[in-house]
DNA sequence: CCGGCGCCACGTCATCGATG
DNA sequence: CATCGATGACGTGGCGCCGG
């Protein structure tokens, strides 16, 4: 599949060209890139400029052009994010902002983005908090590939399901039964996605697995898993060998991310489901899970939105560079001229 | 092969600022 | 003022690399 890098200039108040333009690069694949990819591709003919740029993909990269550098450079290089609403800077004060679509794909370009936003992102300083809220709006998210947790949270509102009902992180308990229960209990689990699942058991209730939970859940040997077309059933058979114990708390993701409370360590054969109840302590005990576990996924999207931001600081500093070794060279093709007239 | 080392990702806690 | 999200700090485990 073919990407095209479509460039459109907005007719910014300080944008010196006011025609919208339009530049398709037909020679990348954004979307594919794995590393660094380059690219070039020749803005309209009055800007005198042949880019070449580098593909950065999943990136959101401020891009920065010396159209006025062109007739002595001929080639400026420059850094394209694949990223949409990327801006490109120019040294004449031009904003153009640069989006990607795919072959085939005509939405069209928010027209109702303001040109205030806009000149927030060129005049935007590198500040951490500041560039992550610019890239938030769901661009920063856009890589994103597990749910969060709010997806799961969601998805229980779109299932209706009592919020008594979620089960944090580590509530899950699997506890030796009273002997009522007799042979393998089997978990029916639906709406399975990465965010998590919807679990019944027995009686009919039902309850929610968040994402690592239900990953963990199916990576533990102890349990069968019978996936159908619409429903995955769990089968929790019997505990022989056992789930890792609290004995061995440093390989706990055999069967529990943090916790071995799974399981008991009894090797009863029996098992039974049983959620948080509402009483003071345990509501605190649940409370305070919840608090991890939202913390857990802040604390996650915290790393991945700070790597975001060093690699956007890292293609500044490529872009920089860059511009830096036109200049230089400019400087010393003018010295180099000047040199030769005042010969002359 | 093994220990040391560096890097990375993660979980947790503490803290701060925004918000209702 | 309580709550919540964001983030720095810290500790930990996994993993790869390298030298002995």
């Known amino acids: 599949m073919e990407a095209i890098v479509e460039e459109k200039c907005q007719v910014d108040p300080l944008a010196t060209s006011p025609d919208p333009q339009t530049v398709r690069v037909t020679n990348s694949q954004p979307h594919l890139v794995t590393a660094a990819n380059i690219v070039h591709f020749t803005l309209p003919s009055h800007t005198h400029a042949q880019v070449q740029s580098v593909i950065q993909p999943n990136q959101q990269s401020v891009i920065q052009t010396a159209a006025n550098l062109q007739p002595m ?183 529990s991310p943090e916790s071995s409370e799974y399981f008991t360590n009894s090797p009863v054969e029996f098992y039974q489901v049983v959620t948080q109840s509402n009483s003071t302590g345990e509501d605190q005990a649940r409370k305070r899970e919840m608090r991890l576990m939202k913390n857990r996924e802040a604390a996650r999207e915290c790393r991945r939105k700070k790597k975001e931001y060093i690699k956007c600081l890292e293609n500044r500093v490529a872009v920089l560079e860059n511009q830096n070794k036109a200049l230089i060279d400019e400087l010393k093709s003018l010295k180099e001229l000047y040199c030769q007239q005042k010969a002359e």
């Open 73 to 255: 450079l001929g080639k400026n290089v420059i850094l394209v994010s694949s990223k949409p609403n990327s801006v490109i800077q120019t040294t004449q004060g031009s904003l153009q902002t640069l989006r990607v679509v795919e072959n085939g794909s005509d939405d069209s370009f928010s027209e109702e983005e303001s040109p205030k936003k806009r000149r927030d992102l060129l005049t935007r300083r590198p500040s951490y908090r500041k560039i992550l809220n610019d890239l938030g709006g769901g661009e920063i998210t856009e890589g994103k590939v597990e749910h969060t947790s709010s997806e799961a949270d969601s998805e229980l509102s779109s299932h209706s399901i009592p919020y008594h009902t979620v089960l944090p992180a580590g509530a899950l308990q699997i506890t030796s039964g009273d002997g009522t229960q007799t042979g393998i209990q089997t978990l029916t689990m639906t709406n399975a996605t990465a965010g998590g699942a919807i679990v019944q058991y027995a009686q009919g209730q039902e309850f929610f697995v968040p994402g690592k939970e239900f990953a963990s859940i199916l990576a533990c040997p102890q349990l069968k898993v019978e996936e159908s077309n619409q429903t995955m059933e769990l089968s929790v058979s019997s505990m022989s060998p056992r789930c890792p114990s609290p004995e061995t708390p440093e390989n706990p993701t055999k069967c």
